[in-house]
Structure formats: structure tokens, C-alpha cells
């Protein structure tokens, strides 16, 4: 984590954080070239999410968010740039436990880069926007409203795979969903110890997953090596802008105690994990309460278990396998402690 000068504003942190002295424009941060081959591939209320190759030829992914301006996105005031500072230093954090010798884990997603930039919403990237919205259908405003004094962070992510949500009768069987789950328990337990870090909105759209040739994924928990089978297929999780972690000391959350419509949803175990986290801390967003992790693996156990899969052959025994690991998983107090003793990791 960056030490920041006394006194110096968030606008100037984020700049720093960013390795710049003011915004620059898209074609500076995106070249013509690489801006043709962006595609759109996802969405969230914060913004758009396109994919791209980088300066090495790696496909990428590019999240674009709208900071500090005055006019709504999809419903939402922009992020102020305190607020995008909070996902800046957890994005970093989290990148870097692929690096560190103690608790170390490649379950979330790799930072590569980030930059500020001011200008309206490039052609290029409207028009990506447009085939995703005739394709898929969009459910955020096209951003073609922007005008050319609009702040802009891109985060230049690691390309992570398709999201849980879109895997829904993809994943070949019960095998991969239990790998699935090891996989984000593992990571989760690894931030636990590293950062005391809640995730706080794991939902399946959340989960990025692809497929890999290497057959096992090796973690370390409070210097001890772990491995886990991937069963042909990697997790990264995604997207912490509701996430609270420590660092050095401080303690980098987002007070949610006041979003009163995130509490209010319905139709999904999704919004009643938000309820539930809430009943919880008693509202306390800045407090250290791990068994939010547990909540949100109770609610992937459950996707898990109602997801389709291509192999439809003989999974009677894995699927009570998950199914006890459902029920015993809301007893454990952190990842960390249904990781080392939940019966399905064993």
C-alpha cells in the first residue's frame, strides 16, 4: 500500500496510485490498434468491463468506471475518487497474494495496470457496447452521454474467464463445481489471514472461471503448502467494491450501512446474504466479522448444487457430498476454519 504525503487530496492519491501527475486521454491509456479490438464482456451499475490484448499480446480485461462527475450512470452517482481508492488498494492487495511467501494464493484476479483518463466515450468502444447490447441485451445505459471533461479509471485486469452465471451448463460435472469450491474457500481462507478480508458480495457473477491444462493449484495457509485438484478449470474472483481488508494496521472497508436498496432485494439468496451480513455486524461495515465469507459459501454450495451440467452421468455421491458440506458449512466461523476441517475438503 502506497504512503501518501499529509494532507494531500484523493484525487491526488488515486493520481499517485496510478503513477501520474493528471488524467490522460483514451488513446493515450488504449492505442487505436488495441482500442479496435476491444470487445465488451461485461457490465456491473460502476460501469463496463471490455476485453482487449495488451502490449504483450495477452488478452486482457479493461473495467472502465466513470469517477467524479455529476451526471447519474445506470441509476447510480458516480464513484467519488475516495471511493475508487478503496477498490484501487484492495485490487492491489489482493493481486499481490500471488507473490507473498507466507499466504500466498492465485485466486484472485491479477492487477496489471490502471490509469485515469478525461474525454467522451470513444467510437470504438460504443460500438463494442452496441454488439454486446444486441447480443446479450444491456442493462446499463449506453455511455454515449459523456462529454469531454469526464474523469474515467480503467483497470487493466487479467483475463479471468467467464463468470459463474455464464458457466450455468458449461462446467462438465459435479467435479468441477466441488474444485469450484475449494478453490474460492481456499482463497478466501488465504485473505483471511493475510488481510482479514471479507469479500462481502461473492455472488456467482463474481466467480471467474477457465479452463487449464495443469492439473493441481497450489496455495499457501499460514506457511504451509496446500494443493487442490483443479479438474480442469481455475478461479479468480472478482470485484471488490463492497470488500474490507487491513493493512498495516488500517482498516480499508466501505460503509454500507445507509444503501438501504442493497438490503432490500428480492428473488435470489443473494440479497438475503446482504441481510444476513447486515444482522450480523449490526451494521458495523468497519469491523472484522469473517463469517460473512462463510455466508457467501453457503450461497455458492447452493448455485453449485442447482447448476446443469454436461455430464449428467453418475454424480449421486458428489452431490450429497455438496449437499452436506451446505449444511454443515454455516457452523464454521471463517473460510480459513471450513477449509482445514469441512468433510468435503478433506
Known amino acids: 500500500m502506497a504512503s501518501y504525503d499529509e494532507d494531500i487530496s484523493d484525487a491526488e492519491k488515486v493520481y499517485q496510485e496510478c503513477h501520474q501527475s493528471g488524467p490522460l486521454s483514451f488513446s493515450d491509456c488504449i492505442p487505436p490498434a488495441r482500442m479496435k479490438l476491444c470487445s ?5 451499475t460502476f460501469g463496463e468491463v471490455f476485453s482487449t490484448i495488451n502490449d504483450s ?5 479493461l473495467k472502465i468506471i466513470p469517477v467524479e462527475g455529476s451526471q447519474q450512470v445506470n441509476g447510480e452517482q458516480q464513484k467519488t475518487f475516495g471511493e475508487i481508492l478503496h477498490e484501487i488498494i484492495i485490487s492491489k492487495e489482493l493481486s499481490c497474494l500471488n507473490m507473498k511467501e507466507i499466504n500466498k494464493t492465485d485466486g484472485f484476479i491479477g492487477l496489471n495496470n490502471l490509469h485515469c483518463v478525461r474525454g467522451c466515450y470513444p467510437d470504438a468502444l460504443l460500438k463494442a457496447w452496441d454488439k454486446f447490447d444486441r447480443q446479450k441485451g444491456s442493462e446499463n445505459d449506453r455511455p454515449d452521454f459523456f462529454d469531454d471533461e469526464q474523469l474515467f479509471l480503467i483497470l487493466e485486469f487479467e483475463f479471468g474467464g467467464s463468470d459463474l452465471e455464464n458457466m450455468n451448463g458449461k462446467l462438465s460435472s459435479l467435479v468441477q463445481a466441488k474444485s469450484v469450491l475449494h478453490q474460492v474457500t481456499a482463497a478466501l481462507a488465504v485473505a483471511e489471514q493475510a488481510l482479514c478480508f471479507e469479500h462481502r458480495d461473492l455472488h456467482w457473477g ?7 491444462k495443469h492439473k493441481h493449484n497450489e496455495f499457501i495457509l499460514n506457511g504451509t503448502v496446500h494443493c487442490i485438484e483443479t479438474r480442469g478449470v481455475h478461479v479468480n ?15 480499508v472497508s466501505c460503509d454500507i450501512s445507509n444503501d438501504e436498496e442493497l438490503f ?33 459459501l453457503h450461497y455458492l454450495a ?3 448444487l442447482n447448476m446443469k451440467y454436461k455430464n449428467k452421468g453418475q454424480q449421486k455421491t458428489l452431490k450429497n ?7 454443515e458449512i454455516l457452523s464454521f466461523p471463517s473460510a480459513t476454519e471450513a477449509l482445514m476441517n469441512c468433510r468435503l475438503f478433506q
Open 302 to 304: 447452493e448455485k453449485l
Open 321 to 327: 457430498a455438496l449437499t452436506s458440506f451446505q449444511s
Open 206 to 212: 463474481n466467480i471467474l472461471v477457465k479452463d487449464v
Open 57 to 61: 499480446n495477452k488478452t486482457v480485461a
Open 40 to 44: 465488451k464482456i461485461g457490465e456491473g
Open 264 to 296: 432490500m432485494g428480492q428473488g435470489d439468496y443473494q440479497f438475503e446474504i446482504y441481510r444476513l451480513m447486515k444482522k450480523e455486524n449490526n451494521n458495523c461495515w468497519s469491523t472484522y466479522n469473517p463469517h460473512s465469507n462463510v455466508l457467501w
Open 237 to 251: 474472483i472478482i470485484d471488490y467494491s463492497l470488500s474490507r481488508l487491513e493493512i498495516d494496521g488500517l482498516t
